[in-house]
């Protein structure tokens, strides 16, 4: 069995590259028995399972077939695509996971999340994230017309990208001793949400950083793992 670990694909029709390289993935696992953990930012935006386009089709028929193969595909959302919910995932049989999950493989306790909740020092954001992930005003949004939730997440993005520019590197990096905590009761801990892939050996444990899918490089850093535990951080190319 492999298990494999991405995250920040930010798939969307703007950037068809990178749709295409996650359906080659696809088709290069399909075949290893796979069960594969998105952390989140899976795309660039999403504004409810009721939105429909060709691209996501491609998708959709892609994750299908991968499931169909015997793979089965795990999903926790990320600040970009946190209402995405069980109504998309059930066209593959895809499973929704906790903002925080763990894994045991082999004799490895492992602790899975995007990465955002590890980010405390960036206060603002962590503000606006409960703000926008209380559950009555999620349901609000997602009773509006899909133009309207269109609207909202490219503002979202924009507003996003403008405060990147003038946040310190650090602020937006993870806090020590939020992963200090996070490690305490696992042996591994995977995310992914900085953009800064990286393996780190900290507190007598480890954490990988996953990397985001960049087109202008061509690559994401993504992990694969056997049933024994034993991993190897790939280089993954997209064409």
Sequence with gaps: MTYLFIADLHLSPEHPRLVRGFLDL?????DKNTQLYILGDWFNAWIGD?????????VTH??????????????????????????FLKQFNGILLPDVDTLKIGHIQIRLEHGDLLCTDDVSYQKFRKIIRNPLLLGFLKSMPLSFRQKLANGFRKKSAETKQVKSYAIMDVNQLAVEQ???SVDLLIHGHTHRPKIHHEFGKTRIVLGDW????SEAMILEMNENAEWQFIQFKIL
Excluded: C, I, M
């Design 182 to 184: 996070s490690l305490q």
């Design 214 to 217: 960049r087109e202008k490089t």
């Design 50 to 58: 009721d939105y429909t386009a060709p691209w996501l089709d491609d």
């Design 62 to 87: 892609a994750l299908k077939q991968f499931n169909q193969a015997g793979n089965q595909v795990y999903f926790q959302v990320g600040n970009r695509d946190f209402a995405l919910g069980k109504r």
């Design 26 to 30: 696809l088709t290069h696992y399909q």
